[in-house]
């Protein structure tokens, strides 16, 4: 059993009166493709939805980032569009952001 931090899941723009929250993560890079970053959104979405009482959560994800997407479908997130050109990088390139939901119902 480990007694540090390996990543983190959070969520942020929470809007009560709308009843929505993002939510973002990320894990070490020693600890990816194990399953445990799914696992956490999963308990995380669930306490958002079930216990918290929302309706919806999404998270906003970088076109390129393939295990970010996979996670979020393995965690019942469905796709819901792209952004196109939303997200600035370093070097000033804009690129896409696919847009992943996942409602109570």
Do not use: P
Not at 52 to 62: D, K, P, T
Not at 88 to 99: I, K, S, Y
């Amino acid at each position: 059993m480990l007694n540090r931090a390996i990543g983190r899941v959070k969520a942020w723009e929470v809007n009560q009166r709308d009843s929505y929250a993002q939510l973002g993560y990320d894990v070490g890079s020693q600890y990816r493709s194990l399953g445990l970053m799914t696992e956490a959104v999963r308990a995380v979405v669930r306490y958002l939805l079930i216990d918290a009482g929302f309706n919806r959560v999404y998270a906003m994800i970088r076109e390129s980032n393939i295990a970010s997407i996979r996670v979020c479908e393995k965690a019942g997130f469905v796709h819901e569009g792209t952004m196109r050109k939303h997200f600035v990088e370093n070097d000033g390139t804009f690129v896409n952001v696919l847009v992943y939901g996942i409602l109570v119902s």
